[in-house]
């Protein structure tokens, strides 16, 4: 398929000073699931079927490498709580855990299902879904597996918090993540988290958890100093997670330590807008040299949203990143949280996954803020939307 007449082509491919290698009046060829040509239209190879953007801007597919898709109830009434001044804590999760052990497989499947096709239709192509919400070995391992049916991209996060069956035995709680829950989840896993959080866990139990995940091959990832400072960002830079998430509240050292790392600060902006709280602050970490990506965060009580096109406008808003930070933060800066290579870019080689905007440019996903810009939607060179 030959897609032309695109107005502003995104292919984060470098040009120059051009970080994110924009190209006017472009076309892009797909053969099978990968980006076979890309290029001026006026250069377009002759092709069966051709797909006329119409001056559109066409940009990769976004990359929510950020998202909690497995559970089961609602927390409308703790939203409200938090919009009548209750401030977030994290103890909230266990009421999502209570629903979702109660919840049948079938169940569990079409919420999940549901919600990927929502992240769909708001052009995110790849997204990594964590368990987290089970917090017994039988809950978390149907949770990755349930996962693994819309994504190879899957974390466990066994350590989200400590259930209330072991409030008085946290010990055992450590051993049951480390030991048989996560022999249970592994198989269905790539990734294992941790949330390093008063209220949650220590750095010194992240650490045991994390260097338990790596012993059995999962790529370690923490959520962390989202509530306050904290030795996150330190524990998951010494640990060599693939990303740190919610970097809220950072230290100089931790700054240092993330541009000087290849572990990347994912920020997600939904959680700030969804609980009234400080936003991290991008320019810092961008002026520093850290690699910044950008995701949703969706889940049942932080942040219930989806919408990736929302994380680029409250990126560009609320964290001082210029549009085309935000936009590259969301597809190749997600590409990195996840340690892919092949997606995140619209060059030759790379999967074809690309979304064509109802806008001629990228900033328009800033500009026109909650305004629906999603014209189609391509994975692996199929129109999933």
């Not at 050292?253 to 807008?273: K, N, R």
Request: glycine share 8%; net charge negative; with cysteine.
């Amino acid at each position: 398929m030959l897609i032309t007449n695109i107005g502003e082509l995104t292919t984060n491919v470098p040009s120059g000073d051009d970080r994110l290698g924009t190209v006017t009046d472009a076309a892009v060829v797909i053969e099978g699931e990968r980006i076979a040509w890309v290029g001026a239209a006026a250069d377009a190879p002759k092709h069966a079927e051709v797909l006329d953007a119409r001056g559109r801007a066409v940009i990769p597919g976004f990359v929510d490498s950020h998202a909690h898709l497995v559970f089961a109830g609602d927390r409308a009434d703790e939203f409200e709580a938090r919009m009548s001044g209750v401030p977030y804590a994290a103890g909230g999760i266990r009421r999502t855990v209570a629903a979702t052990r109660a919840a049948s497989d079938d169940a569990l499947r079409r919420n999940l299902r549901r919600l990927v096709d929502e992240c769909a239709r708001q052009g995110t192509t790849t997204i990594e879904v964590k368990t987290g919400y089970g917090l017994t070995v039988h809950d978390e391992a149907r949770a990755a597996r349930l996962a693994a049916e819309v994504t190879p991209e899957v974390t466990f996060l066994g350590a989200h918090v400590v259930p209330t069956e072991y409030a008085e035995a946290r010990e055992d709680y450590l051993d049951l993540v480390t030991g048989p829950m996560l022999r249970a989840v592994a198989p269905h896993a790539k990734y294992i988290d941790v949330f390093c959080e008063t209220g949650a866990f220590s750095p010194a139990e992240a650490r045991r958890v994390l260097a338990a995940g790596i012993e059995h091959g999962l790529v370690p990832r923490l959520h962390g100093n989202q509530l306050g400072p904290g030795e996150g960002v330190q524990v998951a830079v010494q640990m060599g997670a693939a990303s740190v998430d919610h970097c809220t509240y950072l230290s100089e050292d931790d700054v240092a330590a993330l541009a000087g790392s290849h572990t990347v600060a994912t920020l997600l902006p939904g959680v700030e807008f969804s609980t009234r709280s400080p936003y991290p602050d991008a320019r810092r970490l961008l002026d520093a040299g850290a690699t910044v990506a950008i995701a949703s965060d969706c889940n049942p009580g932080s942040c219930f949203t989806s919408s990736m096109p929302l994380m680029v406008a409250l990126a560009v808003r609320e964290m001082r990143m210029t549009p085309s930070e935000a936009v590259w933060a969301a597809t190749a800066g997600g590409a990195r949280a996840l340690r892919r290579d092949d997606i995140g870019a619209i060059a030759t080689g790379m999967r074809a996954d690309l979304v064509v905007l109802d806008a001629p440019t990228r900033v328009h996903l800033a500009y026109r803020p909650g305004v629906p810009m999603i014209d189609s939607v391509y994975k692996d060179g199929v129109r999933i939307a």
